[in-house]
Structure formats: C-alpha cells, structure tokens
Nanobody, 118 residues
C-alpha cells in the first residue's frame, strides 16, 4: 500500500507563488507516473500536470507557463511550483501516482488547499 504525504499550499495573493510537494512511501514496486489534480468547489476534479518517470511532462492549458512539475525519483517525490497565481487557481490540490507491478495501481493524496485571493 502506497502512502502519499502532501505538503505546501495555503493562502496567497494573486500574482504570488506557492509550492506543493508529495512524497510516496511504502511502494513495493517502482513509481511510474506522478501528477497533480485539483478540484474547486462545485466543479469536477481536473488534471493540472503530470510527469513520467523519464521526466516527460504534461500540463493543463490553464496552467501552462505558470506551473512547473518536477520529481525526485530516488525520493519518490513530486513537486508543483506555482507562480503568477490567479483566483481561479483556488482549489484543493491532489497528488496522484501510478505504481507499477503486475496490476498497476493508482493512489491519491489527501489533498491540500490552495487559496488565491484577489
């Protein structure tokens, strides 16, 4: 069973920056894809950014050029650097990882609140 511990987030003014991190532990297999999703009140959870074990990244159009996803493979940790934050970035941000194995498994973090004030 993989445990995900998220940190970072909080309250920031529009135009500011925040960083999130998510550390995965307890995996018996390698961690493949890692990513961040977010869910704003009354909205569906949506993809923010993903990164493969090889470092290939994918971003939602709404965050391109403002957010940067990265990872530390030996530490099984994924990061999200957010800059030029907008009020519409306000949401609960969730870490997501895929564990390899005969049956790949997907895990979610508990979520961390990011609030951007105008």
């Amino acid at each position: 069973q993989v445990q995900l511990v998220e940190s970072g987030g909080g309250l920031v003014q529009a135009g500011g920056s925040l960083s999130l991190s998510c550390a995965a532990s307890g995996s018996r297999f390698s961690i493949n894809g890692m990513g961040w999703y977010r869910q704003a009140p009354g909205k569906q959870r949506e993809l923010v950014a993903t990164i493969t074990s090889g470092g290939s990244t994918n971003y939602a159009d709404s965050v391109k050029g403002r957010f940067t996803i990265s990872r530390n493979n030996p530490k099984n940790t994924v990061y999200l650097q957010m800059s030029s934050l907008k009020p519409e970035d306000t949401a609960v941000y969730y870490c997501n990882v895929w564990e390899s194995g005969l049956v790949p498994r997907n895990y979610w973090g508990q979520g961390t609140q990011v609030t951007v004030s105008s």
